[in-house]
């Protein structure tokens, strides 16, 4: 038998450990969750494949198959995306050439603005108006600050790839042991919270789920019907527009910034039933998809108030990032599993009691 001072000292030597493992990697935490999370998404869609007859029993190819395929859904809108980013600023290159040549003439529908529509005239005619302007303009424009933010944005871009590269790599192996890891999990679960522990990590399990199917379901569903919208309504590029929506949608009400945003420009352009069209168009589907069918999906799931959901989502996207969209809800599900079991567990006691 272990003496307290050796049991203390285990303990002491692991709870160190552990702290320096989580010091060596803590850069990359967030995409290790990443790839859990996307694990517990699809994880029944890799048994299905599994179970199947072109990939019986063959784990590895099967792990492999499924995290290309899920490389893929994620790059090729974003190869897109980049690629419709590189012609239109090819395009505005040929503009600002233009317009150091010429000047910028105000769009017309600029005076019609109420009230600031004179006065937004005149600036854009002193920034812009002539040759001259113009070019102190983009001079100004140019002496720093843009040749910056590009610079930025292309180490954002390179730094999320490989950020990405490596959720995929940790996706495969995560596929590739899954069960044993799992079983690890549920064991730990038990150890440490006894047989309820079980409940509370499937509880978690059905709560990320629940999240994605009511947060990015939705939201490419908003997308979708919103990107018609914007077709309908005349609007260029309608599926790139779409696609920003069903990305923001993701967070419930801010689709809004978008949509709103476009039926402001074809108001200002002077298309007034097409934006009056978009804007009540969307506020529907708002309507309808934020609090009935995203509540019903992922409250219904959980059993977890549609309020204790959304304040989940937002404080999980203050904390997190983009990975508490999924966290938030989850961490609350699984506190209110904890709080019911508990106050199930007093009126027992005071039960037995009387």
Request: aromatic share 10%; hydrophobic share 55%; glycine share 12%.
């Amino acid at each position: 038998m272990e003496n307290k001072t050796e049991v203390r000292s285990r303990l002491a030597a692991s709870v160190v450990l552990v702290l320096l493992g989580g010091w060596v990697l803590h850069s990359f935490l967030a995409l290790l969750i990443w790839a859990v999370v996307i694990a517990i998404i699809t994880w029944p869609l890799y048994q299905r494949l599994l179970a199947g007859k072109q990939f019986r029993h063959n784990v590895t190819w099967t792990a492999l198959g499924l995290t290309l395929a899920i490389g893929a859904i994620f790059l090729a809108p974003l190869g897109y995306g980049l690629s419709r980013l590189l012609q239109e600023m090819q395009s505005l290159g040929r503009f600002l050439s233009e317009a150091q040549q010429v000047g910028i003439p105000p769009p017309a529908w600029l005076e019609t603005l109420p009230f600031a529509g004179q006065w937004a005239k005149n600036v854009w005619l002193d920034i812009l108006g002539s040759p001259d302007a113009a070019n102190n303009t983009l001079h100004w424009l140019g002496t720093g600050t843009a040749l910056g933010y590009s610079k930025a944005f292309a180490s954002q871009i390179l730094h999320r790839f490989f950020g990405f590269l490596i959720t995929l790599l940790v996706l495969f192996f995560v596929y590739r042991h899954g069960e044993g890891l799992g079983q690890k999990v549920l064991e730990t679960s038990r150890n440490l919270f006894g047989e309820v522990g079980i409940h509370y990590v499937l509880h978690a399990i059905v709560a990320v789920r629940a999240t994605v199917n009511g947060l990015v379901l939705v939201g490419l569903g908003e997308g979708l019907l919103l990107g018609i919208g914007y077709a309908v309504a005349g609007l260029g590029h309608p599926a790139l527009l779409g696609a920003l929506t069903g990305i923001l949608a993701m967070i419930p009400f801010a689709a809004k910034l978008i949509f709103g945003g476009c039926a402001l420009v074809l108001l200002a352009e002077g298309h007034l039933a097409a934006g009056m069209g978009l804007l009540i168009f969307g506020l529907a589907v708002i309507l309808v998809a934020d609090n009935y069918v995203r509540p019903a999906l992922i409250g219904g799931a959980v059993k977890l108030p549609f309020i204790w959901t959304l304040l989940g989502i937002f404080g999980g996207l203050e904390n997190f990032g983009l990975l508490g969209l999924f966290l938030g809800p989850t961490l609350m599900a699984v506190l209110m599993s904890i709080w019911r079991d508990w106050t199930l567990d007093l009126s027992r006691q005071e039960a037995v009691d009387k």
